[in-house]
């Protein structure tokens, strides 16, 4: 063999290797791009479904715990500001019956097509010859509450007995007239007498709503100035929804229809309490009352 021949021979062995390693290396990057492919493929199409699901499950888990925290006492308990009713609105209320006046109070409601709220106090319930207007009053629509037996603030502040007083006081008024109200107006008002927390922890125990007021006319001590309880009453007016505090007298009777046209040509409806539509008013700002 010369050597022109071997020369082509070994050239001819080198292109073969060349483009045998080519071949290897188009394949390798062929098999790399192909495992590749399907990495990728499988991510897309396992590990993001697996991980939506984990997702999926810490968001149900933290929606559970959220709905769990929501009824747990003093948590994340929202406001009842719900309850409230919507527009002008005015609840005229009348404590310490029922009296020789109840009836006369009931026939200008009536006339007047006007439901109230009575806050009666037990030692008055207790007159047989005063039950009847009791009774008259639920079948007209309007709402029978309690106002404690005694009325006597060291009784019921001081000594504690205010949530014995107002069940029993409750409980008479369901003995005369069928009804279960759970509706108190503490006399005198819920502050100070109510500033005790262990005292409004009962009352919540016991499930005894509170209403206080937000316009008081001071009626009681007008016996011989009727048309100032119109002019204080016109005076406090100021919000769309306000609760009346008046009293069974004589004088608040003769203004009464007075009062009336007032609140009506301001545009209000008249409403009366319904214990499933409690929304609080108390001044201790206590929103389990």
Not at 16 to 23: F, I, P, T, V
Not at 69 to 91: H, L, N, Q, W
Not at 234 to 249: G, I, P, Q, R
Request: overall charge positive.
């Amino acid at each position: 063999m010369n050597m022109t021949a071997g020369t082509n021979l070994n050239r001819g062995r080198s292109e073969r290797n060349s483009r045998a390693k080519r071949r290897i290396l188009r394949f390798m990057l062929l098999a790399a791009v192909c495992l590749l492919g399907f990495c990728t493929l499988r991510w897309v199409l396992f590990d993001r479904a697996a991980i939506a699901e984990q997702q999926g499950i810490i968001i149900a888990g933290w929606k559970s715990a959220v709905r769990q925290s929501a009824v747990t006492p003093d948590k994340f308990t929202p406001v009842e500001e719900d309850a409230r009713p919507t527009g002008k609105i005015v609840y005229l209320t009348f404590d310490d019956g029922p009296t020789e006046w109840t009836g006369k109070f009931l026939d200008v409601l009536e006339q007047h097509g006007v439901k109230a709220t009575f806050f009666m106090q037990g030692s008055q319930l207790k007159r047989e010859n005063l039950q009847r207007f009791v009774k008259r009053a639920v079948q007209e629509g309007h709402y029978v509450g309690g106002h404690s037996m005694s009325h006597q603030y060291k009784k019921l502040y001081e000594e504690g007995e205010f949530v014995s007083e107002m069940k029993e006081n409750l409980a008479l008024i369901h003995d005369i007239t069928g009804e279960n109200p759970h509706l108190v107006r503490p006399p005198y008002g819920s502050a100070p007498g109510l500033n005790n927390k262990q005292i409004r922890d009962q009352i919540a125990k016991e499930g005894i709503k509170i209403w206080d007021w937000t316009i008081d006319s001071n009626d009681w001590k007008l016996k011989d100035h009727p048309e100032q309880i119109v002019e204080n009453i016109k005076k406090a007016t100021k919000v769309d929804l306000e609760v009346v505090l008046m009293h069974e007298k004589p004088q608040t009777l003769q203004v009464l229809p007075e009062i009336i046209e007032f609140f009506q040509k301001k545009g209000y409806r008249f409403g009366v309490y319904n214990d499933s539509g409690h929304f609080h008013l108390n001044f201790q700002k206590d929103h389990r009352l």
